[in-house]
């Protein structure tokens, strides 16, 4: 499985955009970018995922870099409710479990 | 409210003794994948059923099975079990095969005595 790499934790201010990046140097011609979040007490949390062009939808938005070796997740402005564990994840066709690492605690300070 | 519903929330259960986990996934999801959440272990894939069979094995115990009912509910089955078994049990349900996009259920904590 294609490995991503993601900081440990990140801080933000309340109503301040927070880019959480992760790392997929081997990601594969036929990798999606998936990310879920899981949010204290509670099952993970489809965000938002991308194959090759940025992404947007209600929740956040994806921007994949041109050689798709990193991709960064950005909430437009922080609220309480997103202090969660991100997780960035690659699969697609012929990989249908999703194989979760640590993530990255997003901590939202009032 | 991802439309994943799973039941028991919570079970309090002793070491050898048998429990089972259901799950119903969203209306017209036909993939159902069970996750088991530990503190030291993190998220960790357990298996896949599509349509009643099953498509994927990941991490899974002998000790422990699934199945998928023709309603497309399904329950995984625990047995002979350990302290260590004790953990959160995640269920997922996706339609879409090519992005494997899952909505998670809440969870049920199985903890053993």
């Known amino acids: 499985d294609a490995k991503t790499t993601q900081p440990n934790s990140m801080e933000s201010n309340e109503e301040e955009p927070v880019h959480l990046p992760c790392n997929h140097s081997?990601?594969?011609?036929?990798?999606?970018i998936h990310w879920y979040r899981q949010l204290p007490s509670q099952g993970p949390e489809y965000v938002i995922h991308g194959l090759t062009s940025n992404v947007n939808n209600r929740m956040a938005s994806l921007a994949i870099a041109e050689d798709r070796k990193s991709s960064t997740l950005i909430l437009h402005r922080a609220t309480l409710r997103d202090a969660a564990v991100y997780y960035c994840i690659l699969g697609g066709a012929g990989s249908y479990q999703l194989t979760f690492g640590k993530g990255t605690k997003l901590s939202v300070i009032p | 409210d991802s439309g994943v519903t799973q039941t028991p929330k919570h079970l309090i259960t002793a070491t050898g003794q048998r429990v089972t986990l259901r799950c119903s996934p969203r209306s017209g999801d036909l993939s159902v994948y069970w996750y088991q959440q530990s503190l030291d272990q993190g998220l960790q894939f357990l298996i896949q059923y599509y349509n009643g069979e099953e498509r994927a094995k990941g991490n899974i115990l002998e000790r422990f099975s699934a199945q998928q009912f023709p309603d497309l509910h399904s329950e995984l089955n625990l047995s002979s079990l350990e302290l260590g078994d004790s953990a959160l049990y995640f269920c997922a349900s996706s339609e879409d095969r090519v992005t494997d996009t899952q909505y998670f259920g809440p969870g049920t904590r199985l903890t053993v005595l």
């Open positions: 081997t990601i594969s011609g036929t990798d999606y």
